[in-house]
């Protein structure tokens, strides 16, 4: 019996080691990498009801879909009222982190009228950050 | 008796059209390339730039990669739109993007007037179908 118990936390510390490893293992990113939010701009006031364009300036750095491994390429994830995830673990997907896994540069939004936060983050082939992890700084804008 | 022979060569040509074109990665629907900077008309002092390439409904992708509703960016500067049923040259005239990008640095643009056009290419380099290019715009790098 002890020994199946420790049976058990062998492979639990086995299994944390083999994770931590895998979390390690985002794609390399070029330490260049310098990705913005075209527009808006920090601040914009944006009316109400209306859908805006956001677009992703991404520089020394390609965008290719997900689940195509290629070199210093990543897809874009815009973080809609949130801080960043843990750089370590995939990118969550849920209305606050929109994943654009189709090699999208732009899209539209429509948020309702209050103060939102928007902010990019690269995810690589597998949705996970890349090493070193590449986004934006966050921005504010105003919806009235 | 010429414009017999005209016709019948535009309508050759019209089938020759088609008949290649049959073979050519669908463009994704409604998708639109554009120049989001510079503008039209932008004066480019010292001839250094970023050119920002924008697509809309449609994604990025590296060349090589064979996904839907995807291409890369080339970059026309100082030429026409080359023939849609051949792989887009590459020289310093036409500048592939195959690593994804969606951003350009021009360096060493002289002075004077140069025009700037995109054309997305699937992943052996051939315009979609229908051909998915920007307007054509044009920029004026003043004297050194």
């Known amino acids: ?144 | 008796m010429l414009i017999r022979a005209v016709a019948a060569l535009a309508m050759l040509v019209v089938f020759g059209t088609l008949a290649v074109a049959g073979e050519r990665t669908p463009a994704p629907k409604d998708a639109k390339v554009y120049i989001i900077w510079p503008p039209d008309g932008a004066v480019i002092r010292g001839g250094k730039l970023w050119v920002r390439m924008g697509i809309r409904s449609g994604g990025v992708a590296p060349k090589g990669v064979d996904m839907a509703n995807v291409g890369h960016h080339h970059l026309l500067i100082d030429t026409d739109l080359p023939p849609f049923d051949q792989e887009i040259p590459s020289d310093r005239n036409h500048l592939h993007f195959g690593g994804g990008q969606t951003e350009a640095r021009l360096e060493d643009l002289p002075p004077g007037k140069h025009t700037l056009q995109l054309l997305m290419g699937d992943h052996q380099h051939m315009p979609h179908d229908p051909p998915l290019y920007s307007e054509k715009i044009t920029i004026i790098v003043p004297p050194y």
């Open chain 1, 1 to 144: 019996m002890t020994s199946m118990l420790r049976q058990l936390a062998a492979c639990l510390v086995a299994m944390t080691l083999c994770s931590g490893i895998a979390a390690a293992a985002g794609a390399t990113a070029p330490d260049n990498a310098y990705l913005y939010i075209g527009w808006p701009n920090d601040g914009e006031v944006l009316p109400a009801n209306r859908p805006f364009r956001v677009w992703f300036g991404l520089r020394n750095m390609g965008v290719a879909p997900k689940g195509a491994a290629m070199p210093n390429t990543g897809h874009h994830h815009l973080l809609i009222d949130a801080d960043l995830p843990p750089l370590d673990q995939e990118i969550p997907s849920d209305r606050n982190h929109i994943h654009f896994g189709a090699g999208q540069t732009e899209t539209m939004i429509e948020l309702p009228p209050g103060t939102h936060t928007l902010q990019l983050l690269m995810g690589d082939h597998n949705h996970m950050p890349h090493n070193p992890p590449v986004y934006s700084r966050k921005i504010t804008v105003y919806v009235k």
